[in-house]
């Protein structure tokens, strides 16, 4: 879409039951063995009755290979690597695997934003910022007329541009994964000290929100219309009936693109930066998203009131708030705690109805059920100071995605497999059976090996929580407490005289990372911890003396 603005083997994925042997490949083409074509008896038939018995000997061949491969996932190997490195603190695995990405052919920009996430989660945040802002510079190109966003495309007009698979197609972020970025270089800049360059980013980000909401559900509609009326109508709704699994995940959010906490950051950013317009547009936005998030409704009646006094009124009447309560402290901590790592694709086979024939096609899809978030209390030195609040939920903005770009996909699948079985009736026709028998397999083979395209930014969080609270100024032992499974992390925070202190806490399971920053310019320099994580079934990562600061940035 263009609009306006450690080197490993790998082990290959099979089915249960099917794992290669002795490293050669298995006679099966598609997780399942196939029917010798024999020519026992063929000295004594003619060519007319040898034909027909090689032709049924194909159907059953190509009976054999749809029932072998429907439903047959893959997995992604070097993906659960990566996170498993992060979990377990090794995060140099995470590293070779996602610089490894940036000089992939087809997978660089995928690379840039993996790898400016494990430095950020690693406390690199110069690190970090130089790959986002590489991932950033391919997205918004500079124009005669201004700047433009180039985003993945979610159009079914996107043709079948290879003769394999999607993923041999070149990756292009998508809205969400364009935002995040954004979302996380204004991050990097607070923990830099950069805090003017952070509310730039700020700026970008409000500008990029605003072109793709204008520009991109248009499109996304469009393609869906375009791919309904063309020959890959009934494909669509088979496919789509496989997804009905993951529909109560994509109702959780409106649209892929919009973002409530980058919309709230840009909030945070632009109120400091004296620009009182756009932060109350920012809060707005968030509020839009994020309703139910108190500290969003708190942040936007307060910004509101200085900008409409009779809207302020109508509103916070109907929330029931009152006005004296939307005084901002004077000493502030804002925490932004994320959760876990989100779901992955995986790719399953489906049979579509191809012209005549069924086609065993591959198609991406998610298999989580909707993420229950943590319940999170903050204490400070022993005392409750209130529940974070759900802010952003990036599982149902990756499903969401998917399913946007889904007729795109099946487009694609579809005229590829059109063609493969263009060929095999015209061998058929042909009468030569050493040419119909060479087209079939090479077309098993192709529809074996071929998979849906997985790629996605696999290191975001699956969920993101938010808090915002009046504090004492001086030093603290924070405390986050999962309320369901009582597991407590703690880290130390100073906060100054009239400071807002953001506080960014990555849980990854095993561990968590914690990094802290000055808002506004008061405080002391910006810290990072490695600490205990909140969440169950994950080994904890021990760390000598217990949790230990491995990076300090410099104001």
Not at 110 to 127: H, K, N
Not at 486 to 514: I, M, S
Request: charged share 20%; aromatic share 6%; proline share 5%.
């Amino acid at each position: 879409m263009s609009v306006g603005l450690r080197r490993t083997k790998t082990k290959v994925p099979s089915c249960e039951g099917h794992a290669l042997r002795g490293g050669r490949p298995p006679l099966s083409l598609a997780c399942g063995g196939l029917p010798p074509l024999g020519k026992a008896g063929a000295s004594s038939r003619t060519p007319q009755t040898a034909r027909a018995a090689l032709s049924a000997q194909l159907s059953k061949v190509c009976l054999a290979v749809l029932l072998a491969t429907v439903g047959c996932v893959s997995t992604n190997p070097g993906v659960d690597r990566a996170l498993n490195g992060l979990r377990a603190g090794d995060d140099a695995v995470a590293l070779t695997w996602s610089e490894k990405l940036k000089h992939s052919t087809y997978s660089r920009e995928l690379g840039f934003v993996e790898t400016g996430r494990v430095r950020m989660l690693s406390g690199d945040f110069l690190g970090s910022s130089t790959n986002f802002a590489a991932a950033i510079d391919t997205v918004i190109e500079k124009t005669e007329t201004g700047p433009a966003l180039k985003l993945g495309d979610a159009g079914a007009s996107v043709m079948a541009g290879t003769v394999t698979d999607d993923r041999t197609r070149p990756y292009r972020l998508p809205a969400y994964e364009f935002i995040h970025a954004l979302q996380y270089q204004m991050l990097n800049h607070l923990f830099l000290g950069q805090r003017e360059a952070a509310a730039v980013e700020a700026r970008r980000a409000v500008f990029a929100q605003d072109q793709i909401a204008e520009k991109y559900g248009k499109e996304v509609e469009d393609a869906r219309v375009q791919a309904a009326s063309g020959q890959s109508s009934n494909s669509i709704g088979v496919v789509e009936g496989r997804m009905q699994a993951m529909a109560p995940v994509i109702e959780m959010t409106r649209s892929s693109y919009e973002n409530g906490l980058a919309w709230y950051l840009s909030g945070l950013l632009l109120e400091e930066d004296k620009d009182q317009a756009n932060a109350a547009l920012a809060y707005r936005k968030a509020w839009e998203l994020i309703p139910g998030n108190p500290y969003v409704q708190k942040d936007f009646l307060r910004m509101l009131r200085t900008q409409d006094a009779e809207t302020f009124k109508t509103l916070a009447a109907q929330a029931g708030t009152d006005a004296a309560a939307l005084t901002r402290a004077p000493t502030e901590l804002i925490l932004i705690v994320e959760e876990g790592f989100v779901p992955q694709r995986h790719s399953m086979k489906v049979p579509l109805p191809v012209g005549t024939a069924v086609v065993s096609v591959d198609f991406p899809f998610y298999q989580d059920p909707a993420h229950t978030p943590m319940a999170v209390e903050v204490m400070a030195n022993g005392q409750s100071c209130g529940l974070s609040a759900l802010a952003l939920s990036v599982q149902s903005l990756a499903y969401r995605d998917l399913k946007e770009k889904m007729p795109g996909v099946v487009v694609r699948n579809v005229t590829r497999a059109a063609v493969r079985v263009a060929a095999q009736e015209v061998a058929r026709h042909a009468g030569n059976d050493g040419v119909q028998a060479a087209v079939f397999l090479v077309t098993a083979v192709a529809s074996a090996i071929n998979k849906a395209d997985t790629r996605a930014w696999y290191t975001l969080p699956t969920v993101s929580h938010l808090y915002r609270g009046a504090f004492q100024p001086g030093e603290h032992t924070i405390e986050l407490r999962n309320q369901v499974n009582g597991f407590v992390t703690r880290f130390p925070v100073k906060v100054a005289e009239g400071e807002t202190r953001l506080v960014w806490v990555a849980d990854l399971g095993g561990n968590a990372r914690v990094a802290t920053a000055s808002l506004n310019g008061k405080g002391a320099p910006a810290t990072y911890h490695v600490c205990g994580s909140l969440q169950a079934g994950f080994p904890p990562v021990t760390l000598p003396g217990g949790p230990k600061t491995l990076y300090h940035t410099n104001p």
